[in-house]
Each structure stands twice: as structure tokens, then as C-alpha cells.
């Protein structure tokens, strides 16, 4: 009998498996009640956290019943929010810039990393008060977290604020991939090679990272949730990431972000049965990045 359970739970660990992370917990009221109800389901195995938002600090409170059932990061925000501190060259007037402007800043070698850092810094601080501990990751907003001037802050805040006891997000993921899944490549592309060099510098720290990402499209609803679900879920690799923003659409979301309806959608399907019942039936498991501690 012994024997027959240690080849069922040798299968079960060698069944393909994905970590489904949540992006932008506490942006808006809405959007933290789903990922909750998400990470309650077992649907969710990570989120990232804007530790800059207004709905942060009572966000984080109704969270941490939570904390232990999925990795609880940081989504590092330099993009369209309000900072938490000062930011006198990248937010002169109180707002960060859109993601377009901070790319052109970054590509041209005119960010202040140094600015940066310090905003990293405060973004972390705003975790810890609110949370009670550090962050599990760090990724980013708009993944600006692998732009050059930004990446390498992120890199020294992983070493000297989280002691290394935390994993990063790559957006790396091999071209033959997005061109195969022909879900916005284009989009996913540009993503991807913007992070090469953001991966090479992880490796090199020795910073813990997935080794390949998944969930980027146009969210124009064009196609259908579940079958972009299954397009991005086929196949994963060993330490295999999608990001999703599932969430519910209030005032506070509209008047924060352009995404909305599309985050329900996100949510609905997460949280039905055809999910799941998709991934079994493919063997394929949800299971966190990095199942024991860093």
C-alpha cells in the first residue's frame, strides 16, 4: 500500500504546474475583493501590491487572513499612480508619468536612479507598515521594474532591503513561445526583449526568478478569456508565470485606471469551474513559485 502512495504523490509532483500572480491588489476596493476571493479559492497562488494607493493600508488589513495561501509582493508602481514620497524629476507636478514618457526616459539614460531607489524604498517601507512584514516579490506596473535605471534598484533593494529572501518577476520568454501561442505578439515581444538584459543581471545577482512568463494580450476582449487561458497555460515550462488582473469594477477603479470590464471577465472565469476543470484535464497543476521559503 505504502508503495502505491509514493507513486501517486511522485506523479502528482511531476505534473506540469503554473503560478497564476495578480497584478495591482489594492489599486481599487473591487479589485482587492476578487483577488481575495481568488486566493480564498485556491485560484491564485501570488499577488503584486500598490503600496501607493489610498485603499493600501485597509487592502492590506482584510489580506492578511489570507497571508500564507499565496506569495504576497510588491508591485513596484512608477507609472500613472501618485507616488508615496517626492519625486521631483519623474513626478514634478504629484503624478507619474505614463508608461510611454517613463520608456523614453529609460531607453535614453535620463532616469535618476537614484530617485528611483529612494521611491523603491518608500514603496517597500508602505508594505511593511501596512502588512506587518516584507514583501515575498518584486515586480512591476507595467513591468517597468526591468527598465534600465529602474532595474538595477530593484536588483539592490531585493539585496539590501529583503536580505535576498525574496523572488523577482522576468518577462523574459523565448520568441519561438509567443510566436507559437500567436496571442498579441507583438505586444508580448516588445515585453519580453525589453527584459533580456534584466535577466542576465538577475542571474548573475543570483536572484530568484521564474523562468518563463505568460498572460500578455490587448485585453480587448476580441477573444474569449477561457481560450486565451488555455493558450497561455499549454505546455509550461519548469518555474512557469501568468500575471492576470482579475478584479470588480467600482468608481475608485474608473477613476484610477483605464482597465475595467476586462477584469471581470478575468474574475468570472478564474473563479468557475471551467478553470479548473481545464487544467485537470490537461494534468496540469497551480502551485506556487517557489513552494518552500527563500
Request: hydrophobic share 40%; aromatic share 6%.
Amino acid at each position: 500500500m505504502s508503495g502505491s502512495v509514493e507513486k501517486t504523490d511522485q506523479a502528482v509532483n511531476h505534473r506540469p504546474k503554473i503560478t497564476l500572480c495578480a497584478d495591482d491588489y489594492g489599486l481599487a476596493p473591487g479589485v482587492s475583493a476578487a483577488i481575495r476571493h481568488l486566493i480564498a479559492l485556491g485560484r491564485l497562488q501570488a499577488t503584486g501590491c500598490m503600496t501607493g494607493s489610498p485603499h493600501w493600508p485597509e487592502a492590506a488589513n482584510t489580506l492578511k487572513p489570507l497571508d500564507g495561501m499565496a506569495d504576497i509582493g510588491l508591485h513596484i508602481t512608477l507609472t500613472d499612480q501618485k507616488p508615496v514620497g517626492p519625486m521631483p524629476k519623474l513626478a514634478p507636478d504629484g503624478t507619474l508619468p505614463s508608461l510611454g514618457k517613463l520608456l523614453k526616459l529609460s531607453l535614453s539614460g535620463k532616469i535618476d536612479s537614484a530617485e528611483i531607489a529612494a521611491e523603491i524604498d518608500r514603496q517597500i517601507d508602505a508594505f511593511q507598515a501596512a502588512f506587518g512584514r516584507l514583501p515575498d516579490f518584486l515586480d512591476g506596473h507595467h513591468h517597468v521594474h526591468q527598465l534600465p535605471g529602474i532595474g538595477e534598484a530593484v536588483i539592490a533593494a531585493w539585496k539590501t532591503r529583503l536580505g535576498g529572501r525574496a523572488w523577482v518577476r522576468s518577462c523574459l520568454e523565448p520568441s519561438l513561445g509567443i510566436l507559437t501561442r500567436r496571442v498579441s505578439p507583438l505586444r508580448a515581444l516588445v515585453i519580453s526583449n525589453l527584459g533580456r538584459a534584466f535577466r542576465r543581471r538577475l542571474e548573475q545577482a543570483g536572484v530568484p526568478h521564474n523562468r518563463s512568463f505568460r498572460g500578455v494580450y490587448d485585453f480587448s476582449g476580441k477573444v474569449p478569456f477561457d481560450l486565451l487561458f488555455r493558450r497561455f497555460t499549454d505546455n509550461p515550462g519548469p518555474d512557469c508565470l501568468m500575471m492576470v488582473h482579475p478584479g470588480q469594477v467600482d468608481d475608485e477603479l474608473r477613476a484610477a485606471d483605464g482597465l475595467t470590464g476586462q477584469r471581470e471577465v478575468e474574475y468570472r472565469f478564474l473563479a468557475s469551474e471551467a478553470c479548473v476543470l481545464g487544467l485537470a484535464e490537461r494534468g496540469i497543476a497551480l502551485s506556487r513559485l517557489f513552494p518552500k521559503p527563500l
